[in-house]
């Protein structure tokens, strides 16, 4: 290959490689003005302990894989907390009432708003907490306490890779059509772009799929940081305070069929999503450390 087709591909790909760095330097200001407002909050929160019921929005769940901003979580947390404090009591089914003898109000909103529809309706379940109208109050003051973020990283992976996809095909038709061969082979026959704009396409991929996959949580310090405020905040519970609790966020099975149409606000999420929390021993671990996500390194971290 002479120099001066050594500099006409030397500009080719120049060029290409800097469209490419471009569209992703697009992506990156997208994502930072999007997160504005995000970022506020975060330096604002770093400056005082994340509050549990905050952190049990975000965490989603105890387990692996959860979403983020799940109000069924965030109900179920509320309600260990007024059962730590000695103000609630819950049985093995769920069912949660007022301990005897408590007239006081816990100081936090939602758990006061808790602790009051419970002195109207005795017996309740989190599931009931969260569909029956009679406890919106409730679930006003717990959606108070949830975080302005957003619950996945967003997409950005999917447009990076398309990017190397166009790139690499109109770098190598580029070279094709110009008359240059692949560089370091010795048959310099441009055909050979036809097969091999691959590589370079695998090469570009590597460097798009830098950007965290769409469904993922962003912010992973936040998390590990609610992680954190969640295990203190219930540090002091017993093993089968989380597992009864848990329990009561399934809707009754015999009144499935019967409650189906009827007007209720709506069926709590992550009601269906729990169906392979496995056994009690599993539950009765159900702290904020032994939640997992999965957080990504790149661009987020708070």
Not at 147 to 173: D, K, T
Not at 243 to 258: I, N
Request: charged share 20%; with cysteine.
């Amino acid at each position: 290959m002479s120099q001066p087709e050594l500099s006409e591909m030397g500009w080719i790909t120049a060029g290409w490689l800097l469209g490419f760095a471009g569209f992703n330097t697009v992506l990156g200001v997208a994502w930072w003005r999007r997160t504005r407002e995000e970022r506020q909050f975060l330096r604002v929160a770093r400056r005082s302990v994340v509050d549990p019921i905050q952190a049990g929005w975000w965490l989603g769940a105890s387990w692996k894989g959860a979403s983020a901003q799940r109000e069924g979580y965030a109900a179920e947390v509320a309600v260990r907390l007024l059962v730590l404090a000695g103000h609630a009591q819950v049985d093995e089914t769920g069912r949660i009432s007022l301990t005897p003898g408590q007239h006081g109000a816990p100081e936090d909103p939602a758990l006061a708003a808790l602790a009051a529809a419970l002195r109207r309706d005795e017996g309740v379940t989190v599931h009931e907490l969260l569909t029956e109208p009679r406890f919106a109050p409730f679930r006003t003051a717990l959606e108070a306490h949830r975080a302005p973020l957003r619950r996945c990283f967003g997409a950005y992976r999917v447009p990076a890779l398309l990017a190397a996809l166009v790139v690499s095909f109109g770098m190598s038709m580029n070279a094709m059509l110009l008359g240059n061969g692949f560089p370091g082979l010795s048959d310099q026959d441009p055909g050979w772009w036809t097969l091999l704009w691959m590589a370079p396409w695998a090469a570009l991929s590597l460097l798009a799929a830098a950007w965290p996959p769409e469904a993922s949580r962003p912010w992973p310090r936040f998390t590990r940081r609610c992680r954190a405020a969640l295990a203190r905040a219930l540090a002091g519970e017993s093993p089968e305070t989380g597992f009864s609790v848990s329990r009561g966020a399934y809707p009754p099975p015999t009144s499935q069929a019967s409650t189906a149409g009827a007007n209720v606000r709506r069926t709590p999420d992550g009601s269906t999503d729990r169906t392979g929390r496995g056994n009690s021993a599993e539950l009765a671990n159900d702290t904020a450390d032994l939640d997992m996500d999965h957080d990504s390194g790149f661009v987020g971290g708070d």
